[in-house]
């Protein structure tokens, strides 16, 4: 399994940040809202990714002793690979579930929520970009 990529953490922060502090301006939000929600919602994403790729690396144990032909995707077709586990789906899926549950525990929060989402979004196109 590899490490987790601070590098582009740290660019989605880069991006996420700047993005914030115009909110910030025209809408009035606290800076301690971004001092807060930048650490917990980088910790947020990396657990996410983290527990992405240990669900990833379990399937990729269990499907390896099964002959390919008997893998089948949604459609009824014989899949080439066993699975496709990097589709950006897959992100998406645990980023947004990530959403739900914050949401639940930052019901009258929607700072932290913005900011989660922003993140999300320079996640993924960091991901995603080559």
């Not at 993005?19 to 971004?34: H, K, Q």
């Not at 379990?58 to 899949?79: A, H, M, S, T, V």
């Not at 699975?83 to 899926?93: A, I, M, N, P, S």
């Not at 989402?117 to 991901?127: D, H, N, S, W």
């Amino acid at each position: 399994m590899k490490h987790l990529d601070f590098k582009k953490t740290l660019w989605s922060l880069a991006f996420t940040v700047p993005t914030y502090l115009i909110l910030n301006y025209y809408f009035g939000l606290g800076w301690y809202m971004l001092i807060l929600g930048v650490i917990l919602m980088s910790l947020f994403i990396n657990g996410a990714e983290l527990y992405y790729r240990l669900e990833k690396s379990k399937l990729q144990q269990e499907f390896k002793d099964i002959p390919k032909e008997r893998i089948f995707d949604f459609l009824g077709n014989n899949n080439e690979k066993i699975y496709d586990f990097d589709g950006t789906h897959k992100y998406v899926l645990v980023y947004v579930t990530c959403i739900l549950a914050l949401q639940l525990i930052f019901m009258f929060s929607y700072e932290l929520l913005y900011i989660f989402i922003l993140l999300i979004i320079a996640r993924i196109y960091l991901t995603y970009k080559n």
